[in-house]
Nanobody, 124 residues
Framework: QVQLVESGGGLVQAGGSLRLSCAAS????????MGWFRQAPGKEREFVAA????????KYADSVKGRFTISRANAKNTVYLQMNSLKPEDTALYYC?????????????????WGQGTQVTVSS
């Protein structure tokens, strides 16, 4: 049984920082791409960031470039999302996901496994 468990969400003031973690279990994900997505109420799920198995290939949504950093620790089967300079528009439920491929992509439908999400709320 594959499980992805996100943590680290919470309430923060604008300009603050949070670090999200996603712990994977059930198999080894070190060979696969992983990503973070988010969904705000009434909006579609949108891509945030993704990372290749080696960490050498990264993708970011334009809205988070320069503020968010994705990283991974394969020995721990964990992926992180460091979020700095948070804005109220970053408020959403954040999900991590695994793509059963070494190729990084921004398309949600190409990811096979998803966590339950962790809520991030940024107050103005």
């Amino acid at each position: 049984q594959v499980q992805l468990v996100e943590s680290g969400g919470g309430l923060v003031q604008a300009g603050g920082s949070l670090r999200l973690s996603c712990a994977a279990s059930g198999r080894t994900f070190s060979s696969y791409a992983m990503g973070w997505f988010r969904q705000a109420p009434g909006k579609e799920r949108e891509f945030v960031a993704a990372i290749s198995w080696s960490g050498g290939s990264l993708k970011y949504a334009d809205s988070v470039k320069g503020r968010f950093t994705i990283s991974r620790a394969n020995a721990k089967n964990t992926v992180y999302l460091q979020m700095n300079s948070l804005k109220p528009e970053d408020t959403a439920l954040y999900y991590c996901a695994v793509r059963m491929s070494v190729v990084v992509t921004t398309t949600p439908s190409l990811y096979s496994y998803w966590g339950q999400g962790t809520q991030v709320t940024v107050s103005s």
